[in-house]
Nanobody, 117 residues
Framework: QVLLVQSGGGLVQAGGSLRLSCAAS????????MAWYRQAPGKQRELAAV???????NYADSVKDRFTISRDDAKNTVDLQMNSLEPEDTAVYYC???????????WGQGTQVTVSS
């Protein structure tokens, strides 16, 4: 059973920064990609940022140039550095991992990020 354990998040003022971390229970190379999704109240869950097994990254337009996804292969972690936060970034953030050799998807427990104006 793959576990993704999230840490970080919290309350910050607009313009501030937060960092989220996701620790996987097995090698990050077990996954074809790892990502951060977010779900705002009353909205669907959306992809914020993704990093592939090859290290390629992609971002939602709404977070591009403000958020950075990174991976530590030795620690089996994926982080999301969030800068210049806006109230619209308020959401529950979820770590996701897509299995490399199966169709399984794994999710972290979710972390609340609240940005006050």
């Amino acid at each position: 059973q793959v576990l993704l354990v999230q840490s970080g998040g919290g309350l910050v003022q607009a313009g501030g920064s937060l960092r989220l971390s996701c620790a996987a229970s097995e090698s990050v190379f077990s996954f074809k990609s790892m990502a951060w999704y977010r779900q705002a109240p009353g909205k669907q869950r959306e992809l914020a940022a993704v990093i592939t097994i090859g290290g390629d990254t992609n971002y939602a337009d709404s977070v591009k140039d403000r958020f950075t996804i990174s991976r530590d292969d030795a620690k089996n972690t994926v982080d999301l550095q969030m800068n210049s936060l806006e109230p619209e970034d308020t959401a529950v953030y979820y770590c996701n991992a897509e299995a490399r050799y199966t169709t399984q998807n794994y999710w972290g427990q979710g972390t609340q990020v609240t940005v006050s104006s």
